[in-house]
């Protein structure tokens, strides 16, 4: 196998589904203490006390030093630095609904990068690289008949992409990265800004559950969000191969693909959309004011220049926290094209129905207690290509 090279550019948390509980960890000395419960439940089975410990276990929402410094210090599992020391104050404000900390995917030896989190986003690039305007009006009258398809955009990935045993994205075979080769993670404040119409404009607000929306110029009014994530620089290393005799012209002509296999091919396409994407985030956060984020969107497109200039180099958003547009089949489309779309499908009719810009959401990465980053950015380099 030759070794690919992934390299975070923005914190990113690539999730295993686990959430660490309110009551599963402590914040103590600018950490985050996780305690090893199965190994104080059988400590304390030789004993009395269980009973009274899970007792007090029921009844809280969160630990604090005075009930649980012992246990945090001499019975944790891991610790987890946190971002900067201000974490610790927003933590003992913050709603217990708030403090379920979403976990970096794990193996027996530690963190890991699952490939999957590549190939989802590789084969969306792949899609919108190739889907023509005629592919979406296609869709678009799909969606018009009397019966709307449950899927559908299955047309649309089989026309572009063909049928999964022909994929084009088979031509391409990645392995899981192991432990990072450097860096690690740390605890994360986000926030989710959004668009709020005032004055027949639109300004800057922070989604609250309680009162829909606050000021942009009062973040701290809005809910915490915690996760821990990879730091930028984090350095995680794996495995990729083509397929067995996919360079062989006949073996291409089977699976009807018409040009050789290869990082080549889809590391360009992922770069055509991380330019889209790019640009589209860059006029977000020049539109609400945050100016950290936006300096965050052209250093990302300085890097995504450079990383255009290798062969076998591209820029990805992964993982959680990059919201509709990391994800969306449209991204391609034209942008009046894209909400005629939407607007027949039932999910997003009322929400389209508003006419502010979609999505008017993005999930932000403060750091120093500022918003600065959007999550998720990496670049890959596939090296032996």
């Keep these: 196998m030759n070794p690919y090279r992934v390299t975070c550019l923005s914190p990113l948390l690539v999730g295993d589904g686990q959430k660490l509980a309110p009551i599963d960890y402590m914040v103590w000395k600018d950490q985050v203490n996780v305690l090893d419960q199965m190994r104080i439940f059988r400590l304390l089975a030789k004993g009395p006390r269980l009973d009274g410990y899970l007792a007090q276990i029921r009844r809280a929402d969160r630990l604090d030093f005075a009930s649980w410094g012992g246990y945090a210090q001499n019975f944790a599992s891991r610790r987890i630095p946190l971002e900067c020391s201000t974490l610790e104050g927003h933590y003992q404000r913050a709603r217990p609904e708030d403090l379920f900390i979403p976990t970096f995917a794990t193996s027996g030896g530690g963190a890991y990068l699952p490939a999957t989190a590549l190939k989802g986003p590789l084969r969306t690039a792949l899609l919108l690289a190739r889907a023509q305007e005629s592919h979406y009006q296609a869709l678009e009258q799909r969606l018009d008949a009397d019966r709307p398809p449950r899927y559908p955009a299955e047309a649309l990935e089989l026309s572009a992409l063909g049928p999964s045993s022909m994929a084009r994205t088979r031509a391409l075979r990645l392995a899981d990265a192991g432990l990072p080769v450097s860096g690690g993670t740390r605890i994360y404040l986000l926030r989710t800004a959004t668009l709020v119409s005032k004055n027949n404009r639109m300004e800057l607000g922070w989604k609250s559950a309680v009162r829909g929306s606050v000021e942009g110029r009062r973040p701290q009014d809005a809910p915490p ?64 004011g945050l100016s950290r984020v936006q300096a965050s969107v ?33 991204l391609a489309a034209p942008p009046e094209l894209s909400r005629s779309i939407l607007r027949r499908h039932p999910l997003y009719t009322r929400t389209m129905q508003t006419g502010l810009p979609f999505p008017k959401t993005r999930r932000i990465v403060f750091l120093n207690d500022e918003p600065a980053a959007l999550p998720g950015w990496v670049r890959v380099d596939f090296l032996g290509a």
Aim: net charge negative; aromatic share 8%; with cysteine.
């Design 225 to 288: 969000q915690f996760a821990e994530m990879a730091d930028p620089g984090t350095v995680f290393e794996g495995g990729w191969q083509p397929p067995a005799g996919s360079q062989f012209a006949e073996m291409r002509k089977s699976l009807q693909m018409k040009e050789p296999s290869g990082p080549e091919v889809v590391t360009k396409a992922a770069n055509r959309a991380a330019e889209v994407l790019l640009e589209a985030q860059r006029r977000y956060a020049a539109a609400t």
């Design 298 to 330: 052209e250093a990302l497109q300085t890097e995504l220049a450079r990383a255009m200039q290798q062969p076998a180099s591209c820029l990805l958003c992964i993982g959680w926290g990059g919201g509709y547009l990391t994800k969306s089949g449209l």
